[in-house]
């Protein structure tokens, strides 16, 4: 286990608890979730820090907050016990899910296999990742990873199908909104 991580809480969840207390709100904007673990803690680069956002969103720990490009906890961030020496390091976004979801079939895929096989989503998304290396598109890697947990994808095998068909094709990238370009 990594120095500051808790036994059921994984290192994402613990830097959104931390960020969002630190700012001493519930709800801040993307911007200043960003500017926080760059520029003030200096923990990642900006372009690190919008990955840290997206990630935090595509793994269920960020919801999109009440005005225009805020966001807040999905869980409740003052419950969570984060380690006095707590810091977030760029190796912790390794195997996280990139830019906005690549498709809402592939992350309920990702949170089935994740309660199938009873561990956190950032681990399924190291399978599903490391799936994708070997030239899986990332939903294909999803159903694999997600079949091989006991789950029965059929009825989303067919809707991976239908997004892989109005999908960019392989090797294109496809544009999001912090620019970082991804497959689908």
Do not use: C
């Not at 500017?35 to 900006?46: A, F, I, R, T």
């Not at 990955?51 to 961030?77: E, N």
């Not at 199938?116 to 990742?129: H, I, N, Y």
């Amino acid at each position: 286990m990594r120095p500051g991580a808790r036994p059921g809480v994984s290192r994402i969840q613990l830097a959104v608890a931390y960020l969002l207390r630190r700012a001493g709100a519930e709800e801040v904007t993307e911007e200043a979730f960003v500017n926080q673990v760059s520029l003030d803690l200096h923990w990642l680069s900006p372009k690190q820090g919008r990955r840290l956002l997206d990630a935090a969103r595509a793994l269920g720990y960020l919801t999109p907050g009440q005005a225009p490009r805020t966001v807040r906890a999905a869980f409740r961030a003052s419950g969570v016990e984060v380690p006095i020496d707590f810091r977030l390091e760029p190796a912790d976004l390794e195997d996280l899910p990139e830019g906005p979801a690549a498709g809402a079939s592939t992350d309920e895929l990702v949170a089935m296999a994740a309660r199938a096989k009873g561990t956190d989503a950032e681990r399924v998304w190291a399978d599903v990742r490391r799936r994708e290396a070997d030239l899986f598109e990332t939903p294909v890697a999803a159903l694999l990873v997600a079949g091989e947990a006991g789950v029965d994808v059929r009825a989303l095998a067919r809707k991976v199908r239908e997004e892989l068909r109005h999908a960019a094709p392989r090797g294109a990238a496809t544009s999001s909104a912090s620019g970082s370009g991804r497959r689908s």
